[in-house]
């Protein structure tokens, strides 16, 4: 059994950062992929960024993170991160990061980290 547990959310002044951290356990499969996705109050979650174990990892991201956000990952660890810069007050939302196995097709998930961005 997978488990994944998300770290570093918290409170933040617009402009400011915050580096959130993703640790899994339960495989040492590099054929995964470690994805974010973020819920805010009375929104759908949506997806933010991905990245595979594997060669360079495939990276992708929303459109509207693209630029501030940047997702890394470490296979000797089993973890992964994102640091997220020039925050604003919309990227408010708990974030979660997901777990997939590629050979299983079964997401894992996190219980999710709040992040807000408030004066």
């Known amino acids: 059994q997978v488990q994944v547990v998300e770290s570093g959310g918290g409170l933040v002044q617009p402009g400011g950062s915050l580096r959130l951290s993703c640790e899994y356990s339960?495989?040492?499969?590099?054929?995964?992929?470690m994805a974010w996705y973020r819920q805010a109050p009375g929104n759908e979650r949506e997806f933010v960024a991905s990245?595979?174990?594997?060669?360079?990892?495939?990276?992708n991201y929303v459109d509207s993170v693209r630029g501030r956000f940047t997702i890394s990952r470490d296979n000797a660890k089993n973890t992964g991160n994102l640091q997220m810069n020039a925050l604003k007050p919309e990227d408010t939302a708990v974030y979660y990061c997901?777990?997939?196995?590629?050979?299983?097709?079964?997401?894992?998930w996190g219980k999710g980290t709040l992040v807000t961005v408030s004066s």
């Open positions: 997901s777990v997939r196995i590629l050979a299983t097709h079964i997401d894992y």
């Open positions: 339960g495989s040492s499969s590099r054929a995964y992929r």
């Open positions: 990245v595979f174990g594997d060669g360079d990892g495939n990276i």
